[in-house]
């Protein structure tokens, strides 16, 4: 089952264990003429504060880049793998490995961030799935320093960042980036 299937399953659940909890909440109550109601705290029953539930804007996904963007230029490996979640997966641009941990994706940036990189996004496509999750895609290049020679490139890349919010913090939780092919 994919992510989005898993996504889609989860919400379906809690959707239906919401509805089975507020179907009981009110047999109970019916069947007690009430008293359960007048018992429970007035909180008991207060609804969810306004904005709890709504979906990010496309702005505040974006944002996410800018600052992914700004701890790669930290130079501090570990700034930028604090920005991933536990169990994600980075397909990297200049890398053939798979980074599925911790340790591997700072190892990556390590490597990375040996080259000055600097990040910026030429276009991006952002999909927002729900309140908890993101998809942006698109195209960035980097500007990039050699370590040893001084020498200056840019690199063009296609990239995914696929985000989730957990406990209230957005993470990446799955990145690829790979170098734009000539054009055929």
């Given at each position: 089952m994919n992510r989005k299937s898993r996504i889609r399953a989860t919400v379906v659940t809690t959707t239906a264990l919401a509805a089975a909890a507020t179907v009981t909440?009110?047999?109970a109550m019916a069947a007690s003429n009430g008293a359960?109601?007048?018992a429970a705290?007035?909180?008991?029953?207060?609804?969810?504060?306004?904005?709890?539930?709504?979906?990010p804007t496309e702005k505040q996904i974006a944002?996410?880049?800018?600052g992914w963007n700004k701890a790669l230029q930290s130079g501090d490996a570990e700034t930028v793998a604090a920005r991933y979640a536990k169990d994600a997966v980075l397909l990297?641009?200049?890398?053939?490995?798979?980074?599925t941990d911790h340790a591997g994706i700072?190892?990556?940036f390590e490597h990375f961030q040996l080259n000055k990189p600097q990040g910026e996004k030429v276009r991006g496509l952002i999909n927002i799935l729900d309140s908890d999750s993101a998809i942006d895609a698109g195209l960035y290049r980097f500007h990039l320093t050699d370590a040893k020679t001084g020498e200056k490139r840019t690199v063009e890349a296609r990239y995914t960042f696929e985000y989730e919010k957990r406990d209230g913090r957005w993470l990446i939780v799955?990145?690829?980036s790979?170098?734009?092919p000539p054009a055929s």
């Open positions: 909440v009110g047999v359960a109601h007048a705290p007035k909180s008991a029953y207060a609804k969810p504060a306004k904005n709890a539930y709504a979906k944002a996410l880049f800018d990297p641009t200049a890398s053939p490995q798979i980074r700072v190892d990556y799955n990145h690829h790979s170098v734009v």
